[in-house]
């Protein structure tokens, strides 16, 4: 176990609460003027100087939504905070503040804490957020992270999923379906390793797709990017759940439909590849795979100029009346197909199924 | 188990994420124009309309925080709101919107989850309070609530732990040591019905103790007495873990000392009746007890005349200089006794041990 490799071990319970905190704390520093509060008192206070203020939440538990055997603590840290600065993005603002609250047993020494607190330190000097407050309790059984975003941004900007227009250009920022093909990479690592334990394994050949696995990056430099060329988008979510998920959020909630190009989805060469290695559909890997942490949102064609050659994002599709429904155009075909919405479980379950 | 007790079940798997939380927020109103954007979107958005804005997060863990066999999850829910407000009356602001999330093993059928938001839904409904995101996943086992409070407060109302000075009065609402004799109460009656299944237990003698552990109310009345009054306590806290706990934080944090006095804790009539029957010390039960979550602050003596004579609140000590330490003195013998943190755990072990 990752969490037991270090042979100093400490007590949790001689620190006590206070003292654990205080602990974990003690490197995080304050850099936003409107953080007028942090750890240390029943609340934390924030000046919204006239800006909206926005909150977002995600709950991270042990043996659902990461596996302690091949996540190592610190990129769990790291990625618990992503997840939540990517919801932050996804309408277009500045995520600036962070709350962490963590359960765990008493299998978790003092050091495994550490190692998901430096992680979560790293996320929060990269992303530029205070961690302003939280709270440590102790679990019967594993370990949960429960952490809450906060962000700013002028109501002008602000973009919500329910707001994309007929007509309007779908975007995506990056390059999809690599996150999902990690975590089989890792799969099969584990199952090696546990046949036999002294292989060495050579991982090479899958650096990017593992590091999009374990250390995922929130898309805040799209943000910047689309402040820059002064594009607000008419609507935006981000990709935790497979491409398909989310196109379909967007249209349902802005009752539109949607013609998304099998031929414009951005796949990374090492996903093309190891998609041939593992005998899967690069296309269904990208719309179904999930955990990409990219933008995916709609522009007015009128800003298509601005946005175009830009090497971070990527034209797929145009959104349509709701009555022609949502659906994927096949490369080649040219065949019209429905997209339906299969999340990384409806993946993992089919894969058992073939 | 008190969530098995509905003979209709409904799985939740077969709603998927997004119609659980759809199903379990169609009940809540947005009331605040400061809610800009609730449940729905990657972000709820806040209009802090140039007030301050609080954040607070509680995590609730099943075994650790709360045991479900005497707990009824209407409650539980009702409860893990309170917690989370208290701290927000705490920092002498107003409340206004909270996210929950949940995490809940297979063994939770849908009913469950409803009696549990129907908590929630009430605490939300008698304190004004905004439900504005969250976050609801699977468990490997047992039930974990995480709540984050929000608020607003004028800067200059806003009240900290680290800003007592020497002279000042020490202030406390309501009465202490009941939701801990509560718990007793419960423990006993459990401990009878397993024994004895067909005991009906007469709890008569017991409800204001058993509602007080139940069902606790943060004192968001408090905040507004003391601001009809026109006091701005010099510092505030909730008491979570005790009195002895709480007035240690403020000591420590405002660098002062205090003298406690015994004869005037506000104890309930119930409290004293069964201290008795329990054979506890009822001084050691308010200092050590918790859970009562009354609020402990303190003034200056100029301010004396405006709380004079009111019934929710009680002089109970002054704050000295911090050389003098922070000390009890006991009814009659009148003899300093120096104040130790003992909460609610170190309480249950002393019990133990006698």
């Excluded at 430099?221 to 497979?242: A, C, E, H, K, Q």
Aim: hydrophobic share 40%.
């Amino acid at each position: 176990m990752l969490e037991d490799k270090t042979p100093q071990k400490t007590d949790i319970a001689s620190l006590g609460e206070f003292g654990l905190i205080e602990h974990l704390t003690e490197h995080f520093k304050i850099n936003h003027t409107s953080t007028v509060k942090a750890v240390g008192d029943d609340c934390a206070v924030l000046d919204a100087n006239g800006l909206k203020t926005l909150i977002t939440t995600d709950l991270l538990v042990e043996g659902v939504h990461f596996n302690l055997s091949y996540m190592p603590l610190k990129h769990l840290g790291y990625k618990a905070v992503m997840v939540n600065l990517s919801d932050v993005y996804a309408m277009n603002a500045d995520a600036s503040q962070i709350t962490v609250s963590i359960a765990l047993s008493n299998r978790f020494p003092l050091e495994a804490v550490e190692e998901l607190y430096s992680g979560i330190l790293l996320a929060c000097e990269k992303y530029n957020i205070d961690l302003i407050g939280g709270d440590t309790t102790s679990s019967t059984t594993g370990l949960l992270i429960s952490v809450t975003a906060i962000g700013h941004s002028d109501a002008k900007k602000i973009t919500y999923r329910n707001t994309a227009k007929e007509n309007d250009l779908l975007v995506v920022s990056g390059d999809l379906g690599a996150a999902y093909l990690g975590f089989q990479v890792l799969e099969r690592e584990k199952q090696v390793f546990e046949v036999d334990p002294n292989n060495q394994p050579d991982l090479d050949a899958y650096t990017y797709l593992i590091e999009r696995q374990l250390k995922p990056e929130a898309r805040k430099d799209i943000v910047r990017i689309l402040s820059d060329l002064d594009v607000v988008p008419t609507s935006m979510i981000d990709i935790s759940d497979g491409l398909s998920s989310e196109i379909i959020h967007l249209c349902k909630q802005s009752k539109v439909g949607c013609n998304l190009y099998e031929e414009k989805i951005p796949l990374d060469p090492q996903v093309i590849s190891v998609c041939e290695e593992f005998d899967l559909n690069s296309t269904t890997v990208a719309l179904s795979g999930g955990e990409d942490y990219e933008l995916l949102f709609t522009i007015t064609q009128s800003d298509f100029d601005k946005i175009k050659g830009n090497p971070h994002l990527t034209v797929i599709g145009h959104m349509t009346d709701a009555n022609s429904g949502m659906n994927l155009i096949t490369r080649g075909a040219n065949q019209s197909v429905p997209l339906t919405a299969q999340g990384w479980n409806a993946l993992l379950d089919k894969d058992k199924e073939e």
